[in-house]
């Protein structure tokens, strides 16, 4: 249930937190070397805009001043507005007639429940106050064992190490059982340690929300206080032990976090945490070999978990209860929770309940949903025609590893081997069967149902497939992200690139396109996504999916080195002055957008009296944004750099984007060949 109200919290940003963009602060036009034209209120009437200096700002410019921040979201733009559709397409869909298969059935359901606002008043807060009082019933560490060790999995709220079976790193075609670290309400455990401006704004929505429920729950105020307290001094504890936003964004990361231990190891590591017996509890088998994501997590709870910190483990379990199930619960309850998001996107206005819910249903039942989609909106003709470009494309990136001047031709072999394998999934799958739930059943409204059942069989059902994947091999034909997703994807373990059907739509694809805008559009969004296996990350995993090296020890050392520069490249950078952003986070991204555009203008190349100036306009439409204020110290946070240095970064490394529009020395968007740093 967590992951749905953290879906609302995404669905009703519109990050506005100051009111107005440009409230009291810094400068936010003196970025370097441009600034965040993305930045509502950034760009004014009197901007001058050149071509040769701020490519994004003079093609866009017109677009930005006209462009407003729908209400509920936290940016405008190309991207927003297919999003937009995506939730107009599901809203139709779910307001429709009721379809006749078994998991578009499901789908559909679960909508209704959500919507039936008059089972949801009639249950009240009863659901989880059952879930509150058994956390309150625990009087010592042996008691909290007990609870752990006897409650069903779908009825326990929160967790202090969530488990689950996963592909291992080293071999992809076999799970492991994987056992985490506890998740924070910052989410970055650097907020524990520095609290950011942000962290306060969340800290405060997240405790405003938890008083309100946990009133409601039959709690004093003081003791709601109390609890929220001791919530936040647990996970002040933890943090140090728990890896920062920076460290997860890092290449790295996966590596790090893929500690094997034996099940001797574990049993002598967990100390008097139960893991084991609650992961047989569960239903997981004994398994010789779990991977242990965070060592330093594992022994730092060993030192918590003791009967003077025991309020803290209870208060952390209720606390993070409340706030992840209570909007699932009355209108009371799910207007509080909203009130949260709001506070902290600063979002004016609520979106309506089907909006919502539609997103929500998507989320949830993410395949029941994909095939109900895809059947009403999808079309075999636009997936042939997109494949066409997708296998154009992989033509012209044996190119752009073959030109590698850095590579030797041993490691160039084993790239082409890898490309060559990459499996090639466009908007949706032809055969369904790997994706149904027929052992999934709920009642509907109709038979009386309600939202609370139907969100505790869907847990259960999921952890039980979990159990089950975990004795057998992985599944690599199976699709990573749906159909109705406005993302696309590249999937290292499987070695697969996603190129989904909501996110072909409107401006990024329609039948009747040109070349040009077609190729500056999903082309480079396919391009890449084909990249992504040869980035910083992309680049620890074989054609197989597993993370072992492919490279010769110097050529490994020059691809490192290269990146090394982009990450200098953007340190440099500010998009207002004293605002910094983190290179070493970046790299994947950024690698990806400059080697997709790179295979597609191999592909213009070939192209009899190719439009440069349409395909370079329609490129920077793609990435045409408006961010609120918060939006835009979220971005500095991704892994993505921000929109418009996805366009003034990614084209002033191409000659054939200085070359047309006569970019030279002096210009604010020529880059000399020796400072550029596409890495293909």
């Known amino acids: 249930m967590r992951k749905l109200f953290h879906l609302m919290l995404g669905i009703a940003a519109a990050f506005s937190l100051w009111g107005t963009a440009l409230a009291a602060g810094p400068d936010y036009r003196s970025g370097t070397p441009w600034p965040d034209t993305d930045l509502d209120g950034v760009v004014t009437e009197d901007m001058e805009a050149s071509i040769k200096d701020n490519f994004v700002l003079a093609v866009n410019k017109e677009d930005i001043l006209a462009l407003k921040i729908p209400e509920g979201y936290p940016s405008g733009g190309t991207l927003t507005d297919l999003q937009l559709k995506q939730n107009e397409d599901l809203k139709k869909m779910f307001l429709g007639k009721e379809p006749a298969g078994h ?9 209704q429940l959500m919507m039936d606002w008059e089972s949801r008043n009639a249950q009240g807060v009863l659901p989880l106050k059952k879930q509150t009082e058994a956390i309150e019933s625990v009087g010592t560490i042996a008691d909290l064992n007990g609870y752990f060790l006897e409650t069903a999995p779908e009825d326990c709220p929160a967790t202090i190490w969530p488990v689950g079976a996963g592909p291992d790193l080293q071999d992809s075609s076999r799970n492991t059982l994987r056992v985490g670290y506890a998740p924070l309400l910052l989410e970055d455990s650097g907020e524990y340690s520095k609290l950011t401006e942000y962290g306060r704004i969340k800290q405060k929505a997240f405790s405003d929300f938890a008083q309100k429920v946990l009133g409601k729950l039959g709690y004093s105020e003081t003791e709601a206080r109390q609890k929220i307290e001791n919530c936040f001094a647990l996970e002040s504890k933890m943090a140090p032990a728990i890896y920062t936003n920076e460290e997860r964004n890092k290449p790295d990361f996966r590596a790090r976090t893929n500690n094997y231990y034996s099940r001797e190891k574990l049993a ?3 100390g008097n945490l139960p893991i084991l017996a609650m992961l047989k509890h569960i239903g997981y088998p004994e ?14 709870l060993n030192q918590i978990y003791t009967q003077e910190n025991l309020p803290l483990l209870k ?7 409340v706030l992840s199930t209570a909007g699932n619960l009355d209108r009371e309850c799910y207007e509080w929770s ?3 998001s709001n506070a902290i996107s600063g979002a004016s206005g609520t979106l309506p309940d089907v909006a919502v819910f539609s997103a929500c249903v998507a989320n949830k039942l993410e395949w029941p949903t994909a095939r109900f989609y895809a059947e009403t909106y999808l079309k075999q003709e636009d997936k042939k025609r997109i494949s066409g470009l997708v296998d154009r494309l992989f033509d012209a990136y044996h190119g752009v590893i073959n030109e590698a001047d850095f590579l030797s031709a041993r490691t160039k072999a084993n790239a082409i081997a890898k490309l060559e394998a990459i499996d090639k999934r466009v908007l949706f799958p032809d055969d369904w069967t790997n994706y149904e739930c027929k052992e999934l059943n709920f009642p509907s409204p109709r038979e009386g149902g309600t939202l ?9 059902y999921e952890l039980a497939e979990n159990i089950r994947e975990l004795t057998e091999p992985v599944d690599k034909d199976k699709w990573i992200m749906s159909p109705h997703t406005v993302n696309c994807a590249y999937a290292q373990q499987t070695n697969a690139i996603h190129i989904t059907g909501a996110f072909s739509q409107g401006a990024m694809y329609r039948s009747d396109m040109s070349d040009e805008e077609l190729m500056a559009k999903l082309g480079c969004v396919i391009g890449h996504e084909i990249s992504h296996a040869f980035d910083s990350s992309g680049a620890q995993y074989d054609k197989n999916g597993n993370m072992k090296n492919w490279w010769t020890k110097a050529d490994y050392a020059a691809f490192r080195a290269r990146n090394e520069k982009m990450v200098a490249y953007y340190n440099k950078m500010h998009p207002w002055a004293g605002q910094d952003f983190y290179g070493s986070i970046m790299t994947g991204e950024a690698c990806a957008d400059m080697a997709g555009l790179k295979a597609v203008l191999r592909l213009a190349a070939q192209q009899k009296d190719f439009d440069y100036d349409k395909f370079f306009r329609a490129f920077a439409d793609v990435w045409l944004l408006k961010d609120t204020l918060p939006m835009a110290y979220m971005r500095i946070n991704d892994v993505h750099p921000m929109g418009y240095l996805r ?6 490394q191409y000659d054939e984007f200085l070359d047309f529009y006569g970019i030279t020395e002096g210009d604010g968007m020529y880059l000399a060949p020796e400072d550029r740093v596409a890495i293909w």
């Open 268 to 270: 002598r590591e967990q």
């Open 338 to 340: 909203m009130e949260c």
């Open 287 to 300: 398994a010789k070999e779990y991977v242990i994501m965070s060592p330093a997590f594992l022994s730092k």
């Open 647 to 652: 366009i003034n970064c990614t084209l002033q």
């Open 103 to 111: 998991d578009q059935k499901l789908a559909y359901n679960l909508f």
């Open 452 to 460: 609370w059942q139907a969100l505790r069989a869907i847990d259960a």
């Open 315 to 321: 208060d952390y379990l209720i606390v993070h209860g």
